[in-house]
């Protein structure tokens, strides 16, 4: 089932919503040849550029000034075109490849310093003796304090055997604890699975180069858990996943498609419209599948919405999603990092742009929202986006909804109707969908 892709272009995350492809060798087709009046505003541009250097109430900085020049242009065109400089660029290809050095703890910032979620199973923080709820108060050393949570992060992160030094304050010490831990190599879990009783979840997170190897391995964990004869079917959560790897949403799609179309791109010329299809085998055996989506599924998630809903192979249930379908091609730049361009739209097996429209659900199912979260704004989608490509199917409702899911499973109810509906306990006309409604193959 599991395909790499021979491709010029390879995928990657960025941010909250993306698909991004990679070029392999930053060679692009030749545009045509810049006129007399295009040279004529480089001039100008180059005359401005020397100006502001010469004559600025403060000494810029060169490379900020035209990377600030670079990402206007680029900013001009779409809102998801921009250049990335190399730190950028190398945080991107670890974003992509779903694994980094560090230390292997989910965290957030409390009081000003970075509080431990949970150390991540048999990782070097664990194996030190990082506890949830530990506040790490200094990082070889230096204070926490005054740094972001981003900045935090990133000195954690480092070369593999390299050790770093924790100062953690822990609830009943009475004194701060030096823990020391060595970083090693750590895979980011792209998707968490758990068994629901006689129903088996599968909750995406993002789509990166981990991400079709730990779908397999959640299904092959949960049929022989719950056991294949008492296994009712599969809720396979998109919601709040931001998109990622072109191939790696191919892949998912196809563990659930037999055959058929799974997505198409169209980029200016005819010639670069792309078609990929599914290939022979369900790695579920067909069971029920319930998708679930809701304002922060985008790109690579409603690429896998998109083709299981069109052929009928899933029932979709939540909310309308982001409505991101435009693809970036990641161009390297040597040692000064990268372009990311977008380079062409996304169709569903259909035929239909979900740029600027989202994917709608079969069955519609609005979650709760808790009353500290009443009156924020949840539900930003791709059609709010100033200067977004407008889709051939856009239209005045746009697209996006509320993108919330509880963390206390007893509290969501879009997982609870997907459970009732593959128990039977609910019933709706869009479940189980009907294979007579399919696309043609």
Do not use: C
């Not at 930053?26 to 541009?45: R, V």
């Not at 198409?264 to 085998?281: E, L």
């Amino acid at each position: 089932m599991m395909r790499k892709l021979s491709l010029l272009f390879a995928g990657g995350l960025m941010g909250a919503a993306s698909m991004l492809v990679l070029s392999g060798n930053g060679l692009m087709m030749p545009a045509n040849a810049a006129g007399t009046d295009t040279y004529k505003q480089l001039s100008i541009f180059g005359d401005i550029f020397e100006r502001v250097r010469a004559n600025y109430v403060e000494e810029p900085e060169d490379k900020e000034l035209i990377e600030n020049a670079i990402n206007g242009m680029l900013a001009s065109l779409d809102p998801h075109s921009s250049f990335m400089n190399a730190e950028d660029a190398a945080d991107m290809r670890t974003q992509t490849k779903g694994e980094y050095g560090g230390l292997g703890i989910e965290v957030t910032m409390e009081d000003e310093l970075v509080k431990v979620i949970t150390p991540m199973f048999d990782t070097p923080a664990e194996k030190a003796g990082v506890l949830a709820g530990d506040l790490i108060a200094k990082i070889d050393g230096e204070e926490v304090r005054g740094l972001t949570l981003e900045q935090a992060v990133d000195k954690m992160r480092g070369p593999v055997n390299a050790p770093i030094e924790l100062t953690i304050l822990r609830e009943g010490a009475d004194k701060p604890l030096e823990i020391t831990v060595i970083r090693d190599v750590i895979k980011v879990q792209a998707v968490r699975y758990r068994a629901e009783d006689d129903i088996g979840y599968l909750r995406v997170m993002s789509f990166t180069e981990q991400t079709f190897d730990n779908l397999q391995n959640g299904i092959e964990k949960l049929t022989e858990e719950i056991g294949e004869d008492k296994l009712k079917g599969f809720v396979l959560d998109l919601r709040l996943n931001p998109g990622g790897l072109l191939d790696q949403a191919i892949n998912v799609s196809d563990a659930f498609l037999d055959k058929g179309l799974i997505v198409s791109t169209r980029g200016r010329d005819d010639r670069d419209t792309r078609r990929y299809s599914a290939r022979p085998g369900d790695l579920t055996g067909g069971k029920p599948l319930v998708v679930l989506i809701n304002g922060g599924s985008a790109s690579a998630s409603e690429i896998v919405a998109g083709a299981l809903q069109d052929h009928r192979r899933a029932t979709v249930l939540g909310s309308r999603s982001f409505g991101k379908g435009s693809v970036q091609t990641i161009i390297p730049l040597g040692e000064s990092g990268a372009l990311r361009l977008t380079t062409a739209l996304y169709y569903t097996p259909a035929g239909v742009s979900i740029q600027g429209k989202g994917i709608t659900p079969d069955i519609s199912v609005d979650q709760t929202i808790p009353e500290e979260l009443l009156g924020r704004d949840l539900s930003r989608g791709e059609s709010d986006l100033r200067g977004h490509i407008t889709g051939d199917e856009e239209d005045e409702e746009g697209s996006g909804s509320i993108a919330y899911v509880p963390q206390d499973p007893e509290e969501d109810d879009q997982l609870a109707f997907a459970l009732s509906l593959i128990r039977g306990e609910k019933t709706d006309p869009a479940f189980p969908p009907d294979p007579a409604k399919a696309l043609p193959n």
